[in-house]
């Protein structure tokens, strides 16, 4: 695994303090990470999710994309998920949904793995 995703890793670690983190080499360099039991509340039926993304071995330059949740998650009020989500999707052998948030100004700098996971989370709870 790449020193970038390595420190990428830890930076998840510290961004999701207290949450169980799950990475995995993806032998090219890169790994696959789930935080598990990350709060969601309002507007949806669960109050929890996990979070995994695969972070690339082009990291930092690469972006974090895409973003994965549960396979369950459902809104309160019965509406679809809506867009830049696809249903049905499996990441790391769990269901999920896929979330379609793409960094169209990266800048590699700035942006980390961490920033990512909890922007495509803040998106989800202002929905």
Same mark, same amino acid.
């Given at each position: 695994?790449?020193? #970038?995703? #390595?420190?990428?890793?830890?930076? /998840?670690?510290?961004?999701?303090?207290?949450?169980?983190?799950?990475?995995? #080499? $993806? @032998?090219? @360099?890169?790994? !696959?990470?789930?935080?598990? $039991?990350?709060?969601?509340?309002?507007? %949806?039926?669960?109050? &929890?999710?996990?979070?995994?993304?695969?972070?690339?071995?082009? !990291?930092?330059?690469?972006?974090? %994309?895409?973003?994965?949740?549960?396979?369950?998650?459902?809104?309160? $009020? @019965?509406?679809?998920?809506?867009? &830049?989500?696809?249903?049905?999707?499996?990441?790391?052998?769990?269901?999920?949904?896929? /979330?379609?948030?793409?960094?169209?100004?990266?800048?590699? @700098?700035? $942006?980390?793995?961490?920033?990512?996971?909890?922007?495509?989370?803040?998106?989800?709870?202002?929905?």
């Amino acid at each position: 695994m790449k020193a #970038e995703v #390595e420190k990428a890793i830890e930076q /998840i670690r510290a961004s999701f303090p207290g949450k169980q983190l799950i990475a995995r #080499e $993806d @032998g090219e @360099g890169g790994a !696959y990470v789930i935080v598990d $039991d990350v709060e969601l509340g309002p507007p %949806y039926s669960q109050d &929890a999710t996990w979070i995994g993304a695969r972070i690339t071995f082009q !990291y930092p330059y690469a972006d974090v %994309y895409p973003v994965f949740v549960r396979g369950d998650l459902a809104r309160k $009020d @019965g509406q679809a998920l809506g867009e &830049a989500t696809a249903v049905g999707q499996t990441f790391e052998g769990r269901s999920a949904v896929q /979330i379609s948030r793409k960094s169209n100004r990266l800048n590699p @700098g700035r $942006d980390t793995a961490a920033m990512k996971l909890q922007k495509v989370l803040a998106w989800l709870k202002a929905r």
